[in-house]
């Protein structure tokens, strides 16, 4: 590249930081979501979660096009995006879990916080070729199903264990904003998605059907990740 380096650009070095503060603002929603499951205003938390993935899934997109890694190589926005993952993604919705009472006892919550820490504690968390390695920390999500479904108690647990499980397992997981398998199905899906979810948030009470309807979605994301991991450990992935 000719002319000024990227470092000393100062309309890339503004990009750059807008960039930054457009994750950071996903750390601002947590932030206030935590607050608004304290009121017990569930819902209205949840808005808030769901703003916060649509930075998620976007941000890195944006960085990358904007080679703001290059521009600002002091600053880690991948360190920033991991602070606020771990806050959105685990943290609240623990918080939500144990605040709504969604667990038989609270200590049922621990396998969920040692997963969590241990998938962030990885170093090989996200791969290079675009996967996460082991369950990729969505217990916003699952906090969402027992907070909607309120199952009988031994199902409550499953919701924790399971994952819990499945975060020490070395299985890949499909990273849709980095990786290039079923991106733009998991694009499609995962907006339809947010689409009804934030339909449902809406609603005080409902419809059970639509809330089973909506978890096609994350069941056909596990299902897919674990073919995916199955054709590439078999060597079949092309």
Known sequence: ???????????????????????????????????????????????????????????????????????????????LDNVIDILTYAWVPFFIILNEQLLPHPLWIVPGVLAALYAYGQANMKTDDGYFIGFPTYWNVIALYLYWLRPADGIAVLFVLVPSVLSFVPTRYLYPSKGEVLWRTAWTLGALWLALVLYLLSQPAPPLELILISGLFPLWYMVASFIVDWRIRTGRMT
Not at 7 to 23: D, F, I, K, Q, S
């Open 1 to 79: 590249m000719t002319g000024t380096p990227l470092t000393e650009n100062r309309a890339a070095r503004w990009l750059a930081w807008g960039v930054h503060a457009y994750t950071a603002l996903g750390g601002v929603l947590g932030v206030f979501a935590l607050m608004l499951a304290g009121l017990n205003l569930v819902r209205e938390a949840y808005v808030l979660l769901i703003l916060q993935m649509v930075i998620d899934a976007t941000d890195g997109l944006i960085a990358r096009r904007l080679r703001v890694r290059e521009v600002l190589p002091h600053f880690d926005g991948a360190m």
